[in-house]
């Protein structure tokens, strides 16, 4: 018994091994590129791992995320700008105000028992009003030309360790990732698990069986809601600079659909191997110019079709005929 709880947990071992390497092997203070290629991956893998829960276990289809990590974003910065206070200690209000803003839509679709199609046009309707809220209140947002931000530092932690801003907010991320999939794997195993099952297998017959549908969709969209709120401020910390133009529908949303869908849905590591995939992907093609867009999608069509079920999955199920490493690993799928 003992040997086999060890063998599952081994992939998890393996890939934080390698996670809290990375600042140790590629950062360089001199070089902040590399480093925030990595902190973009480990963002939009939370944000995956986000819409993996409401999304791949609730079939609640969301394309708000921009709007929903902008409002983290700008609720962390200007609390902690107006009381004169750290990000810090604002950082899960901006995250609570975004949760609480999810759960209610969430609330408002499983009353009216909207559809997926339905869901997914009201939230990108909700993206586009976030949008034209935070150009249009210029005079507490800085409208379009936003405002510098880089208050999620810790300059304290950075002399005790001797590791660079970069290599900190990594390993915050990472944190932050660890307690996200931790929580997904504690959702999948628990009697949430059962009912988000029954949910996306048959939501009339659900009901019928007694689940609380309305209750379990708006838990669900909170937790996704609130974690996106949490990392909307590290992607505003990466880029020095918080602007609307940075949560746009194009510059998330598609993003993390796309992480999501090449990782492998209801997967465990999937957000993070799509992340990883992507976001190289989308840095490799930036010397084709105009032909960027175009390259790009050619290259995830041949993905898609190569892994339909997603990256991790379908390895995983490869490695499982051939290799006894396969089975360990299938096994830290199921749980």
Do not use: H
Request: proline share 3%; charged share 10%.
């Amino acid at each position: 018994m003992n040997v086999n709880v060890t063998r599952g947990r081994l992939p998890t071992v393996i890939v934080f091994a390698v996670l809290l390497a990375i600042p140790l092997v590629f950062f360089e203070p001199s070089t902040t590129y590399i480093s925030r290629r990595f902190i973009r991956v480990m963002i939009f893998a939370i944000l995956a791992m986000a819409l993996n829960i409401i999304f791949g276990e609730t079939d609640q289809l969301i394309l708000f995320m921009g709007g929903i990590a902008a409002v983290g974003a700008y609720t962390t910065a200007l609390t902690a700008d107006a009381l004169g206070i750290s990000p810090w200690l604002t950082l899960f209000v901006g995250a609570l105000f975004a949760g609480v803003f999810g759960a209610l839509v969430c609330y408002v679709a499983a009353r009216r028992q909207f559809t997926v199609i339905v869901l997914a046009i009201v939230t990108f309707a909700s993206q586009m009003i976030i949008s034209e809220l935070l150009v249009g209140l210029r005079d507490i947002t800085r409208g379009s030309t936003g405002f510098p931000f880089s208050g999620l530092q810790l300059p304290a932690i950075e002399q005790a360790t001797g590791f660079g801003s970069y290599a900190i907010q990594f390993y915050v991320l990472v944190a932050i990732f660890a307690g996200v999939l931790g929580l997904y794997t504690w959702l999948r195993r628990s009697k949430y698990g059962l009912a988000f099952a029954a949910i996306r297998q048959d939501e009339f017959a659900a009901r019928a069986t007694g689940v609380d549908v309305i209750k379990l969709k708006v838990f669900a969209g909170f937790i996704a809601t609130f974690v996106i709120g949490l990392v909307g401020p590290f992607y505003g910390q990466t880029t020095g600079i918080i602007i609307p133009s940075l949560y746009s529908f194009n510059s998330i949303d598609v993003l993390v659909l796309i992480v999501l869908v090449l990782g492998g849905l209801r997967s465990r590591y999937g957000p993070l191997v799509g992340a990883a995939v992507v976001i190289y992907i989308d840095n490799f093609l930036g010397n084709f110019g105009q032909w960027r867009t175009v390259a790009f999608g050619l290259l995830l069509t041949i993905l898609f079709l190569y892994f339909r079920d997603g990256i991790v999955p379908s390895a995983t199920e490869l490695l499982a005929e051939r290799t006894p490493l396969g089975s360990v690993l299938d096994r830290g799928k199921a749980e």
